[in-house]
């Protein structure tokens, strides 16, 4: 065997993010004494917990060589179905879970149908039923953000309030780390070892790799589809949940900025370590890299309309990398 | 061209290559798979640079920087793969006079009349029949690759190179392709023809210049050489037989086919037993391929039955047949047979995980000595295993696209041209595997439309001709000739 030659773009390709990730941070620190303290950075493994969920679930949707842009709207449905479920309608656990984590079911459901079986091209379908379940989230809500003790509309008060288990979720912690950080690692390492270890995740890898060669080799590729949906968006539903219970309010319309960040983390993701496609590992690193900036940002007070640039920026780059490798490789 | 070198990452793909034609010549250029023929072509139409070495037209020096440079100096090139030359969406009247439309010089509107009758006229001067207002979408593979001869042809070529021209073609379609190259020929062109048909070879090129390892062999006249001698050539060792043949038992029937219906495919019934090679010829579009196909379930049937060892079996999908025992290696090897982006491991154990994966884990251990037992087995000529597929060479592709059925418990392997685009080294190892299987009692089904292998390699020979089976033959009683006969509708 030849010695390899060193190249410069391979090595940027795989430790690239990384590097960025500790370069902003050192900077970040030196500008800032609290920037590198404990308390700042679970606050940033905290911030980032929801879009992990939101970015795992459109890792997913990549992996089978689709996509799904309905997460967003996903996260601010089960949002506000699930503070509904407490605030308006009293439930317990229960109804509470259930029925947020049901809908996101049938949302991806409705994604898969309009995807694997009628055909429509997947950013197509889901562009529209990113508008249908954001129409359905404001219906139901009639536009109002769900809180303890709101006006209803006939005049009275909301009779329920947040459970303090539900709170918990978003805001407790075991052993000062905050429970939602908990959460996210244990559904990074759940999924990064059911892609990477198990037949099924082998079997979604293949059927985004060539639909027609998985479908030949007899791998039921709509099953396969079908499930990518329905887990993006159970994950998006969930991080909804995670949503509500961290702000203690089914804040209206919270998910919208949520797909922009999912999208550039998963895609940021490609690149970790060389994968060079969707893993779940990578995704969390590009989350990561995306919430050390933005605390960066506000620590250093620049305005918050200013963050969607910069947000842009990272998804326009990381997908400059990955589909300036993607030709590479074809050339070679 | 003269002393050309070209290097991919360090690795020498080319070797102060000699390459000359003269105007009016139609100069074949052979060699088995990565022997440089496809390099040393994309420098001449400025796809690549070389590192080393000159071109020279007319006994000018030339630089070709660029496709367009190429173009310029009237070099054409009628590629394989022609869908990445046509765009679809347009007509193929818009197709055929596509550098007209993008180098006009005329301003203003497209000349819609006049564009459909320049490119009626010349697609009769060839005596083609496609409407020429049709999308390029819905057009053939043969079609479409009339229309890129068109094309190449409307231009005022000096140069025209054909790379496998006649591989999606029919042997009547092969002929009328000839006829047109003779006519270049008359006008002058210089014509470089690369193909893995030998026969045709003979047929219709002057002289022959074969590579070898990213060097040129030997340049000759055709009329001076032989097919043995250009096979030795290419391999660089005598060839001694072309189809190791095992002698085999038959056995009980396996597959049991009546009248089996669907797109192209009108009513056919097929038998195989154990151990039995069944080749299933008939030219190209005679519906071997949707026959393989409604066989793999992969399209849907309209009638017939399908019986295996002697129960019915029920399919809607190819997973239906996988578990059935019935497997299929298809014809589009890329896009169909293997996962380019994914490694030869991975490749290798798509079809049999479930059998080593009990709890749904995948155990490593057992899928990477399968995959090492597999590539020792077929021959794969792979770094390692972890190798992506897309970088093997087409031969050791299709390997890896027959080595995944290979431990499956399959009863019917079904081969749908297994030897297409494939050198001659790897297509002698597809031959001994199909034996060895059916040395171990499998059922073999081999679709081609390569008469002499089929011939080679069968035990029985059925003929298709417009989604039917129109002859029946037997081991040593077929001949091209005959086979041909029946092939295209001889009663």
């Known amino acids: ?332 | 061209m003269k002393g050309i070198v070209k290097h991919f990452s360090g690795v020498p793909a080319l070797q102060s290559v000699q390459f000359e034609v003269k105007a009016g010549e139609v100069h074949a250029l052979l060699g088995a798979n990565g022997a440089g023929k496809s390099t040393l072509m994309k420098i001449l139409t400025g796809a690549y640079q070389a590192d080393e070495g000159s071109i020279s037209i007319d006994g000018h020096d030339v630089a070709i920087r660029s496709p367009q440079d190429a173009k310029a100096l009237g070099i054409q090139c009628v590629y394989q793969e022609v869908d990445t030359a046509l765009i679809p969406y347009l007509s193929v009247a818009e197709n055929i006079l596509l550098d007209q439309l993008v180098s006009s010089k005329k301003k203003g509107l497209v000349n819609w009349q006049s564009l459909y009758a320049e490119s009626e006229k010349i697609l009769q001067g060839f005596g083609f029949s496609i409407p020429v207002k049709m999308l390029v979408e819905q057009c053939t593979l043969s079609e479409k690759q009339l229309i890129l001869i068109a094309r190449a042809t409307v231009q005022q070529a000096k140069y025209v190179i054909f790379d496998e021209p006649t591989a999606p073609l029919s042997t009547k379609e092969s002929e009328r392709l000839f006829q047109i190259i003779a006519q270049l020929k008359s006008a002058g062109v210089g014509i470089i023809y690369i193909s893995h048909r030998l026969p045709e070879i003979f047929e219709i090129c002057d002289r022959i210049t074969i590579m070898r390892d990213g060097q040129g062999v030997i340049t000759t006249e055709t009329t001076a050489t032989s097919m043995d001698e250009v096979i030795s050539h290419m391999l660089g060792k005598s060839f001694a037989e072309e189809f190791p043949k095992v002698e085999v038992p038959i056995g009980e029937p396996i597959l049991e086919v009546q009248g089996i219906a669907g797109a192209k495919v009108h009513g056919v019934d097929v038998r195989v037993r154990e151990g039995e090679i069944v080749g299933v010829v008939g030219l190209v579009g005679a519906g071997k391929t949707e026959l393989a196909r409604l066989l793999f379930g992969a399209d849907p049937k309209e009638s017939g039955e399908i019986r295996l060892k002697g129960k019915p079996v029920r399919m809607s999908s190819p997973k239906d047949a996988v578990d059935a025992g019935i497997v299929l290696v298809p014809e589009e090897r890329r896009k169909e047979g293997i996962f380019v982006e994914e490694s030869v491991k991975n490749n290798l154990s798509v079809a049999t995980l479930a059998n080593w994966s009990p709890l749904g884990f995948i155990r490593k251990g057992i899928e990477s000595r399968q995959a090492k037992d597999l590539v020792q087995k077929l021959g794969v000529k792979t770094a390692d295993i972890g190798q992506l597929v897309g970088f093997l060479s087409g031969g050791n592709q299709q390997k890896v696209a027959i080595g995944k059925w290979v431990n499956t418990n399959a009863s019917i392997f079904m081969f749908d041209e297994p030897t297409k685009g494939v050198d001659i080294g790897a297509k002698s190892d597809i031959y001994r595997l199909i034996g060895t299987l059916a040395e171990q009692k499998k059922g073999i089904l081999y679709f081609s439309c390569e008469f002499q292998e089929v011939i080679g390699i069968a035990d029985r020979i059925l003929v298709m001709f417009e989604g039917k089976i129109v002859k029946e033959l037997s081991r040593g009683q077929a001949t091209q000739e005959q086979i041909m006969y029946y092939a295209s509708g001889g009663e």
């Open chain 1, 1 to 332: 065997m030849e010695v390899k030659k060193f190249s410069l773009f391979d090595f940027v390709y795989k430790y690239g993010t990384v590097a960025v990730i500790v370069i902003v941070m050192l900077l970040f620190s030196l500008t800032n004494p609290y920037f590198f303290t404990y308390d700042n950075l679970t606050d940033i493994l905290r911030s980032i917990s929801i879009v992990t969920f939101v970015a795992i679930g459109v890792t997913f949707s990549l992996i089978v060589g689709g996509f799904d842009l309905s997460v967003g709207s996903t996260v601010s449905l089960t949002t506000v179905v699930s503070a509904s479920m407490m605030v308006w309608y009293e439930q317990g656990v229960v109804a509470t879970f259930i029925i947020p984590i049901a809908l996101s079911l049938l949302v991806g459901l409705v994604n898969a149908f309009l995807v694997v079986k009628i055909r429509i091209p997947d950013l197509l379908a889901t562009l529209a039923m990113l508008y249908i379940v954001n129409g359905i989230h404001m219906t139901y809500s009639k536009g109002y953000s769900i809180y303890a003790n709101m006006p209803m509309a006939d005049g009275t008060t909301a009779p329920g309030k947040f459970q303090s288990w539900f709170l918990w979720l978003g805001q407790g912690e075991i052993l000062s780390v905050p429970v939602p950080v908990i959460l996210t690692f244990l559904l990074v390492a759940i999924t990064h070892v059911y892609l990477t270890y198990t037949r099924q995740g082998r079997m979604l890898y293949m059927t985004g790799g060539n639909l027609e060669a998985a479908r030949l080799s007899g791998i039921p590729v709509n099953r396969y589809r079908t499930l990518a949906y329905v887990l993006s968006a159970l994950f998006a539903g969930l991080g909804g949940m995670l949503l509500a219970a961290r702000i203690g309010t089914g804040q209206v319309s919270s998910g919208g900025s949520m797909l922009m960040d999912a999208v550039a983390a998963a895609f940021v993701g490609f690149s970790v370590f060389g994968a060079g496609k969707p893993n779940v590992f990578g995704t969390f690193v590009g989350a990561i890299l995306i919430g050390v900036l933005l605390n960066g940002m506000t620590m250093l007070n620049l305005p918050y309309y200013a963050y969607d640039i910069i947000k842009g920026a990272v998804l326009a780059l990381a997908l400059a990398v990955t589909y300036y490798q993607l030709r590479r490789k074809r050339k070679a």
